[in-house]
């Protein structure tokens, strides 16, 4: 049972990649480069920030990167998303993000991004650590429920988060999703694993 939940989880999250847009390719290559340096420096690179390239993200859409092992989403949120966000404190376990280890103290904030319209998740669930489905269709054309305002759906056990990565009330996922250290290289490149303050030091 254990295993099927892995396989799954895997084959969800090389799906993902693989559908990505732009940057996916670089991380692909840079794979065999990787496996032929030291072990040190391989264990440095496996921890090394991510640069990910967003200029062809629509507003409305996801990428997935890579760090650290792990899918990274990005989501260029509309003006309509970012609205929806403010009427679901009701109906979150941690509305304002008061849960210290899920987010930097840059994204502690009503959008939990530094810049509104992107938000970047970890995209592994809180709950046993399935990845989630992007479900940004929202009411009931959704299947999730009537009055959903888009987010991401759990089919693992069933946890549900809105489109900041803030977890329902209610369900098996206990806390909200992981936002990573990241910050700005321009308006269309984003430093995955480092945060603003220490962007000069990387
Ligand atoms: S792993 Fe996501 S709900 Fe259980």
């Given at each position: 049972?254990?295993?099927?939940?892995?396989?799954?989880?895997?084959?969800?999250?090389?799906?993902?990649?693989?559908?990505?847009?732009?940057?996916?390719?670089?991380?692909?290559?840079?794979?065999?480069?990787?496996?032929?340096?030291?072990?040190?420096?391989?264990?440095r690179?496996a921890?090394?920030?991510?640069?990910?390239?967003?200029?062809?993200?629509?507003?409305?859409?996801?990428?997935t990167?890579?760090?650290?092992?792990?899918?990274?989403?990005?989501?260029?949120?509309?003006?309509?998303?970012?609205?929806?966000?403010?009427?679901?404190d009701?109906?979150?376990?941690?509305?304002?993000?008061?849960?210290?280890?899920?987010?930097?103290?840059?994204?502690?904030?009503?959008?939990?991004s530094?810049?509104p319209e992107?938000?970047?998740?970890?995209?592994?669930?809180?709950?046993?650590g399935?990845?989630?489905?992007?479900?940004?269709?929202?009411?009931?054309?959704?299947?999730?429920?009537?009055?959903?305002k888009?987010?991401?759906?759990?089919?693992?056990?069933?946890?549900?988060?809105?489109?900041?990565?803030?977890?329902?009330?209610?369900?098996?996922?206990p806390?909200?999703?992981?936002?990573p250290?990241?910050?700005?290289?321009?308006?269309?490149?984003?430093?995955?694993?480092?945060?603003p303050?220490?962007?000069?030091?990387?």
């Amino acid at each position: 049972m254990a295993d099927d939940r892995v396989d799954h989880k895997r084959r969800r999250f090389l799906t993902g990649v693989t559908s990505g847009v732009g940057l996916v390719g670089g991380v692909v290559a840079v794979v065999p480069f990787v496996a032929s340096m030291s072990p040190s420096a391989r264990a440095r690179a496996a921890g090394a920030p991510v640069e990910a390239d967003f200029s062809k993200l629509n507003p409305g859409q996801m990428m997935t990167v890579e760090w650290r092992g792990k899918p990274v989403w990005i989501v260029n949120r509309t003006p309509s998303m970012l609205a929806d966000l403010a009427g679901l404190d009701s109906k979150l376990a941690d509305a304002n993000s008061e849960v210290e280890d899920q987010q930097p103290e840059y994204a502690q904030n009503p959008t939990r991004s530094i810049r509104p319209e992107i938000l970047v998740l970890v995209g592994i669930c809180t709950h046993l650590g399935c990845s989630p489905s992007e479900k940004f269709q929202v009411g009931p054309d959704s299947g999730i429920e009537t009055d959903w305002k888009g987010g991401f759906f759990c089919p693992c056990h069933g946890s549900k988060f809105d489109l900041a990565g803030r977890v329902y009330k209610g369900v098996p996922a206990p806390t909200n999703l992981v936002v990573p250290p990241h910050s700005f290289l321009s308006d269309t490149a984003i430093l995955i694993g480092v945060g603003p303050e220490e962007q000069g030091a990387a």
